[in-house]
């Protein structure tokens, strides 16, 4: 019997993947850990090895093309069976059903109010007659909300469509070649009235509810990447989930600057790197941490974690997005160290060569748009942390001195987003105040 090879699931979040590359051709000999293929998740590139020994008999999926997780891409052929010999093996029901990742975008966040439970049962058999389309005991069509929304906008009566999602749900793909016809009556638990726009859908996982302008001559339809929708999902996943609630510093950025410039004078006589105020801004951010531990914290539902290491998250930004590298275990790293990492972990995430365990188990995140000139914004927690750091630009503004005095001064904005569930206010300014002090004082980070 032939080997199935499916795309494997390369991080938590991942629904699908990008076949990039094929390292191995069709009758080529294949040993168990030879990397066959180059897969581009949602945050890194990565190779793609085997698990068994054979020879490459079948390829169903050519580079450059997307992949749900658990879809076959290619059949290799075990001792004894010749290449040609090998024949596809049918898919599995859970692989039959959710060959568009089970519409990531049409599907409900799990555990989100009205999220219908996961079918047991995969749907019928290609052999058995077609389907009609599946109503539940209250007479409704099954279908995901954005096929609603898209039957809506395009005339589609859903009464009229097969569903190929899990249970026979419609989904997007299935109206497709939908005949165009009346549109379905509106949901009962969501009237429309001519009095105001009907209530938006509920936002799922990437898509907001809301439809945009439609494209006209001239605009750019933008298929979303991988990362971008695995981005949007956790966005609204955390602003829909999350009470946020925010807190602000101004700091006195002076102290900090002139340690740098002490620092890399150090360093550059030495042949190191130099140091960059985002590494001393990270530094002081793990320090504040270590006196104020309950912040390194997350939401369990009926608990709160508080974590024993502080691992670090730092937001990078990246041609198709954000992603946040973790530095492990950070709280004993020196100022150099903290430096070499992030640099490290920058260059490989711009060029998508993160390994999962390298942007996965973050305690605490730290976003910093100074060097864009940004001078103050609160970022969105990162789930399910509690917290997150958001740091502006060093100003330079006219500032009240001891004396009362107006003198020039460096000043800098920072901003605390807060899980209210985990950090109040109160927790939350302790932990800023040390920050500040750490900042206005930054020999005692050398301590």
């Known amino acids: 019997m032939p080997i199935s090879i499916e795309m494997p699931k390369l991080s938590d979040t991942m629904t699908e993947g990008t076949l990039v590359k094929w390292r191995k051709k069709l009758g080529d000999k294949i040993e168990m850990g030879d990397v066959i293929a180059e897969i581009e998740t949602d945050k890194a590139t990565m190779e793609m090895e085997a698990f068994d020994d054979g020879t490459l008999a079948e390829i169903f999926v050519k580079e450059g093309e997307k992949v749900a997780v658990g879809q076959q891409i290619a059949l290799l052929a075990v001792a004894g069976e010749k ?7 049918a898919p599995s029901p859970a692989v039959a059903a959710s060959t568009h990742y089970q519409e990531v975008a049409g599907a409900p ?3 989100a109010p009205g999220a219908a439970p996961k079918p ?4 019928a058999a290609a052999a058995a007659p077609e389907p009609a389309p599946v109503v539940t005991p209250q007479g409704r069509v099954k279908a995901s909300p954005l096929a609603r929304k898209l039957a809506a906008q395009k005339g589609i009566d859903l009464t009229r469509v097969v569903g190929t999602g899990p249970g ?15 549109p379905a009556p509106a949901s009962p638990a969501r009237p429309a009235t001519s009095a105001a726009p009907a209530a938006p859908v509920a936002v799922s996982s990437a898509v907001l509810a809301v439809p945009p302008i439609p494209a006209g001559p001239g605009d750019r339809v933008v298929p979303l990447s991988g990362m ?8 609204v996943a955390s602003k829909s989930t999350i009470p946020h609630f925010y807190l602000q510093i101004e700091a006195d950025a002076e102290p900090l600057l002139k340690l740098r410039v002490g620092l890399n004078a150090g360093a550059e006589a030495s042949g190191r790197g130099k140091i960059t105020v985002n590494d001393l801004i ?8 270590v006196r104020v531990p309950k912040v390194n914290a997350a939401w369990a539902g009926d608990a709160i974690i508080e974590y024993d290491k502080i691992n670090l998250s730092v937001a990078v930004a990246v041609e198709e997005g954000l992603v946040t590298p973790v530095i492990r275990d950070v709280a004993g790293q020196s100022i150099s160290e903290i430096s070499a990492a992030v640099k490290d972990l920058a260059t490989r995430a711009r060029g998508k060569r993160l390994k999962p365990e390298e942007y996965q188990g ?5 976003s910093n748009l100074g060097s864009y000139g940004i001078e103050s914004f609160f970022a969105i927690v990162n789930p399910p942390q509690a917290a997150i750091l958001s740091v502006g630009a060093a100003v330079k503004k006219p500032v009240v001195n001891a004396a009362g005095q107006i003198v020039p001064g460096q000043r800098m904005s920072i901003g605390l987003s807060c899980d209210h569930r985990v950090v109040d206010g109160a927790l939350g300014s302790q932990y800023l105040g040390e920050l500040k002090n750490l900042i206005e004082n930054p020999a005692l980070m050398l301590l």
């Open 109 to 111: 966040i799990p555990g």
């Open 168 to 182: 026979g749900r419609i989904i997007e793909r299935d109206l497709a070649n939908a005949p165009v016809g009346a």
């Open 228 to 235: 971008r929708r695995v981005i949007a999902e956790r966005l």
């Open 282 to 289: 990270l530094k002081a951010a793990v320090a504040a941490l």
């Open 83 to 89: 290449p040609g010999e090998a024949k596809p093996a």
């Open 362 to 366: 973050g305690t605490f995140t730290v």
């Open 120 to 123: 047991a049962t995969a749907p």
